[in-house]
């Protein structure tokens, strides 16, 4: 039922002095829940500038690389985080989801800086202050150079490492935080093997390669872009790893709602013999099956996929489709929530979801696209927490570079100046309704 034809219907059963249940039950499954979480989401390495410490800093600058350009000052967001808080609420979002930089906070095995601690306790307190729930990832991806350098995610004790950065990160910051993830999108590593043609894996490894020279390391390995032998123990690392943290974390602040964020598509089955449910045991399982351990389940989705008997089927003809060349289908995004929630069995909240496009009119059509089907999926209980859309603005994506377009606010990459896109007035919208209609 679209609104004009709502309220038509409430305007005659008003004239009427009768009280339709039906109708009534129609508005509520437009409005979500009290205390339903509208945000938008950001992460250091994409937005901060100058991670100089950080493994991808360093890819980004060797030769060969993925990297179509280097992220520079990205959105100078390590300065500028007091006026995109101050966006955030103007926007009408009640939530900001942000990443620690691991290399700022540890940029030598050991050493932890109180300065930067500080720095992302003061965003912290910044959302507070400003009535934002702070959601933070404690690794969005990249890793201190050092990490990088003696194997990354390969090293044996590259989980413990990590709870120790965790600990270390919570003891300052937990008390002020609403939901922590430990990892984002830890399964990608699977998933990539897959979907990346086999030239692009070959310039991975030679990238990586490039970059172990560079630092004189015996193995360089990261977690954007690895080398495709690694991804095997990349994963079961990271699994301790997400585990081992979360440990650490809930140690400093046991009532902290912690949990891992996963990229889920909405994966489909296409005739006999479909490889669906094979790839999501693959990709997803392991994850899924982890997450039955935590709070709640952060996923990330952007599109659909479709499986046949023979791998990935391409776009309907005529489809509308993102800059990467990947449909854009609203439904998405519910289809994704409901699986992750069928077989982790915990609360999800929507850490990331959003379209790279250079239209905004098409992003601004797509989230109430989007979140029609998802507030669907909550009728039938599927306990979802939030929603945070990505991103703020446009950003630094990885070896795309900036390119794609994600963002609710435009960035002047010289002024550095953001400006809201009418995407933005359509999601705050929508939060501040807490509802569709």
Known sequence: ???????????????????????????DSRRFPQGFLWGAATAGHQIEGNNVASDVWLLEQVKPTLFAEPSGDAGNGFALWPGDLDLVHALG?????????????????????LAMLDHYQAIVEGCRARNLTPVVTFNHFTTPRWFAAQGGWTHPDSPARFARFCDRAARHLAAGIGY?????????????????????????RAMNAAAARACNAAHFANAVV?????????QENLVAGHRQGRAAIKAVRGDLPVGVSLAVSDDQAEGPGSLRDARR????????????????????????????????????????????????YPASLAGAVRHAHAVSGVPILVTEHGVGTPDDAVRAAFIPASLAPLRAAMADGVPVLGYIHWSLIDNFEWIFGYG?????CSLDRTT??????????VLGAIARRNGLD
Do not use: C, H
């Not at 080398?227 to 095997?232: K, M």
């Open 1 to 27: 039922m679209d609104r004009r034809t709502f309220l038509a219907a409430t305007g005659a059963a008003g004239a009427a002095g009768l009280f339709d249940p039906a109708m009534a039950a129609a508005a």
């Open 93 to 113: 979002l009640n939530t900001y989801r942000f990443s620690l930089e691991w290399a700022r906070i540890e940029p030598e095995p050991g050493q932890f800086s």
């Open 180 to 204: 922590a993830t430990t990892l984002n999108e830890p399964n990608t590593v699977a998933i990539m093997q897959e979907v990346f043609p086999p030239p692009m894996l070959a310039a991975a």
């Open 226 to 234: 690895p080398d495709p032998g690694d991804i095997a123990v990349l």
């Open 281 to 328: 045991k693959a990709f997803y399982e392991p994850w899924l099956t982890v997450a039955r351990e935590d709070d709640f389940l952060g996923v990330q989705n952007y599109a659909r996929a479709r499986w046949n008997d023979r791998g990935l089927v391409p776009p309907l003809a005529g489809a509308p489709r993102n800059a990467m060349g990947q449909e854009i």
């Open 404 to 408: 794609p377009k994600f963002g609710l």
């Open 416 to 425: 550095f100046e953001r400006r809201p896109k009418p995407s933005a007035g």
